[in-house]
């Protein structure tokens, strides 16, 4: 008898990590961003110099790999990320491994290992967690199901502004369009576990909605449904 999972997922910068946070937090529930896994064995893989096809040494390395994730509850929107001892909380968040995170994320190898860290990590339930395939392959039984969607274009300012505020400025609004279509494309395309809106899950286009307004929105669809 595990408690209640919530799943969200959807394309890049749709909003999830804000919005998985604030109502992980004002349900008390564990906050789990699948994401953040991902871009650790990415960054990982990167700083250790492996080719993306040597698929013997990436699998040597994410079945041996130990991955943190730390969020404080009162604090929702930090989350420190450790992998093998090392914090990369900033690094998973570089334009390097934003670049690259998802050829790894497409190995069967690396998902194989993530998706059974995640499971038991949250084999309790209690938990709102976020990504691309929680609701169709991680977590099918969730109590609630959440597909978070945008327009490219608003993705595409909102990543301009997070990496405004992490210096990293330099990048245009079209080089984001571009990449956010190339992630998305990578990510829905692939062969394995690929980014889908569940059977029932409920899609919210979040345009024009502000934070709270989409994060009330998943509370109330959550105290409707328990
Ligand atoms: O959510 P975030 O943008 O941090 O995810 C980074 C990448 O990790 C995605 O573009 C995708 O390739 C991969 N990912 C995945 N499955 C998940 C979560 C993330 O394949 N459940």
Redo the contacts with the bound molecule.
């Keep these: 008898n595990r408690r209640p999972i919530i799943a969200i997922?959807g394309p890049?910068g749709a909003g999830?990590?804000t919005v998985t946070r604030l109502v992980a937090q004002q349900l008390g529930l564990m906050y789990l961003?699948?994401?953040?896994m991902?871009?650790a064995v990415t960054w990982r893989v990167l700083q250790a110099g492996i080719d993306f096809t040597d698929e013997p040494a990436i699998a040597e390395l994410v079945s041996q790999c130990q991955i943190s994730l730390i969020s404080s509850g009162s604090q929702p929107q930090s989350l420190r990320v450790w992998i093998d001892g090392k914090e990369v909380t900033q690094a998973i968040r570089s334009l390097d491994v934003?670049a690259n995170?998802?050829a790894i994320?497409?190995l069967p190898v690396v998902?194989h290992e993530l998706v059974k860290q995640q499971q038991r990590w949250a084999s309790k339930g209690g938990v709102v967690a976020?990504?691309?395939?929680?609701g169709t392959h991680?977590f099918p039984d969730a109590e609630l199901k959440i597909f978070l969607t945008a327009s490219v274009q608003e993705r595409a300012r909102r990543r301009l502004q997070d990496l405004q505020g992490e210096d990293q400025g330099t990048v245009s609004l079209e080089q984001l369009e571009a990449d956010i279509q190339l992630?998305d494309q990578?990510?829905s395309t692939r062969t394995l576990?690929p980014?889908r809106q569940a059977a029932d899950a409920i899609e919210i286009n979040t345009d024009g909605f502000t934070i709270p307004e989409v994060t009330d929105k998943i509370i109330s669809l959550y105290h409707k449904k328990a």
């Design positions: 997922d890049a999830k990590s961003d699948t994401g953040a991902y871009r934003t995170v998802s994320a497409a998902r976020e990504g691309r395939d929680i991680v992630r990578r990510d576990a980014l």
